[in-house]
């Protein structure tokens, strides 16, 4: 039987790209697909590059979940990822809405409990309200322990109570419970795999046109886009007032460069460190570090204990603790 005669695609030419593509990358969908070709000035339709690459994507065998339907401004789920650019390390704060799908995100220099807060603030400022839970696995930024106990960092508990949410931490080994957020991070790898970035900010701004888009972009699932479904969310409102995206910390050392007490020994002082300002700032008063006062030297040590006495915690607020 002679071969059945196809006539030529718009597609064939990029044949050899796409398949060097599934080569590295087994598991990419046909819109991730799309989404790359385009950037080669390829101009044909979703139905051609799946048509073209059933025979090329993979089907893994997934374990059976019920799908969690959330209400709207019923939930948040938060997470971080970590990656190698060609500047450095990148840092991308992940939050989705469960409900509508809509997607925020950032790259940061550092993961560290600032910059954790920052994307929580700024997340929550663009979608305009505050989802009733936030769901998150185990990240050292939220729990600080989960055996024998849970034990939640305390200055993320106090973050948590100033907006009103409250927080539910994953079941281990329970993919669908954060399963949207995780669906999304690897879409931003698909995009990071496309595009190349010479900066942190040319990253950021690459990724929140990206986004943008994606958020304009009808959902498979729920048949809307993330936008459109982002006046159904029904979110709590703001605080009045913003919690300033700072963390507490010990530090042993030097001020000023001048070893105190000479021959004694080295103190311990409660440090603020707060995101896109001095580091090195800090502060006497709890109510201060919100309101985000200037003025104050960039040492301005608040106690000094001993060498022998117990650390003070991390994440521990000032007003926790009486002068000593």
Known sequence: MPPVYRPPSIIDPYGRLIKEWYSQYPRLKAIQVLERLRSYGFTGGYTTVKRYTRSLRKKRKREAYHELIRLPGEEAQIDWMERRMSFGTAYGFVFV?????????????????????????????????VARTHTYDNLKTVVLARKPETVLNPQFLDFSRH???????????????????????????????????ATLDELNGKFTAWRRERNRRVHRTTGKAPADMLTEERLKALPAIDYRPARFIALTGLFH?????????????????????????????????RRGQEGRPPWEVLREEPDNRASLPQGTAPRHHAPL
Request: with cysteine.
């Open 97 to 129: 809405l469960s409900h509508s799908r809509y997607l925020w995100g950032r790259f940061y220099q550092k993961h560290t409990f600032e910059f954790f807060l920052d994307g929580h603030i700024e997340a929550m400022k663009e979608v305009g309200g």
């Open 257 to 289: 460069g001048v070893r105190h007490l000479r021959h004694e020994p080295l103190l311990r002082s409660l440090v603020v460190q707060q995101h896109g300002r001095d580091p090195r700032r800090l502060s006497h008063d709890d109510r201060s570090d």
């Open 163 to 197: 907006y009103g949410f409250a927080i539910h931490l994953c079941t281990p080994g329970r993919a669908n419970e954060k399963g949207r957020v995780e669906k999304v991070i690897q879409s931003i790898d698909m995009f990071l795999q496309a595009d190349t970035f």
